[in-house]
């Protein structure tokens, strides 16, 4: 009886471990076709960040290119800047010019308040009339003066800008032109900084 129970026992346990063993093998079949798997991911894996980096080489290489490209069209298209500048300068010498024919007619109508003046005083003394008249000439000097200051700067630095360039173009060291393009800039920014 004993030895029955035993070998129903025996038989239930080499049934767990068939069964096992059949576990462990299927276990073991997964698991290399898991390794199998994981490799070909690690093979892709490379393979993509190599294809990553040559994209990106090529990307920074077409952006150095383009950079270089729009350098080039820049340049090229020097006749655009050109054309602007002279454009500029057109506006400028037109507007000088009517500035110019303006302060024509101020100085003609100052002269005349001052002739007015000089009459008004001969003919009413010291009336009220002839102190505001007076008030009126006084006052005109500091009234414009902002708009004279920088125009004399404006000027100013434009004529030493031209004397610059003649010299440092002609005598000048590299060290030298720097600093007096250099100086340029300072006065450049000083005038409109007073603007």
Avoid: C, H
Wanted: a negative charge; proline letters at 1%.
């Amino acid at each position: 009886m004993e030895s029955e129970g035993i070998s129903e026992d025996i038989e239930a346990l080499e049934r767990d471990l068939a069964s096992l063993r059949a576990r462990v093998e299927g276990d073991s079949s997964n698991f290399a076709t898991l390794e199998q798997q994981v490799a070909e991911l690690r093979e892709n894996l490379l393979r993509n960040r190599e294809s990553v980096a040559e994209r990106e080489a090529r990307l920074a290489e077409k952006q150095q290119e383009l950079n270089e490209a729009k350098r080039l069209e820049t340049l090229a298209a020097y006749e655009d800047d050109l054309r602007s500048q002279r454009e500029a300068a057109d506006r400028a010498a037109t507007v000088a010019t009517d500035f110019l024919a303006a302060l024509d007619v101020y100085d003609d109508e100052t002269l005349k308040v001052r002739r007015l003046l000089k009459e008004m005083r001969e003919a009413f003394g010291s009336d009220e009339r002839v102190t505001e008249v007076e008030t009126a000439v006084q006052d005109e000097p500091s009234r414009l003066r902002g708009t004279w200051e920088a125009v004399m700067a404006a000027t100013k630095w434009r004529l030493e800008a031209q004397v610059d360039e003649t010299v440092a173009g002609e005598e000048l060291t590299q060290e030298l032109q720097d600093l007096a393009q250099e100086r340029r800039r300072a006065r450049i920014k000083e005038y409109f900084g007073k603007g």
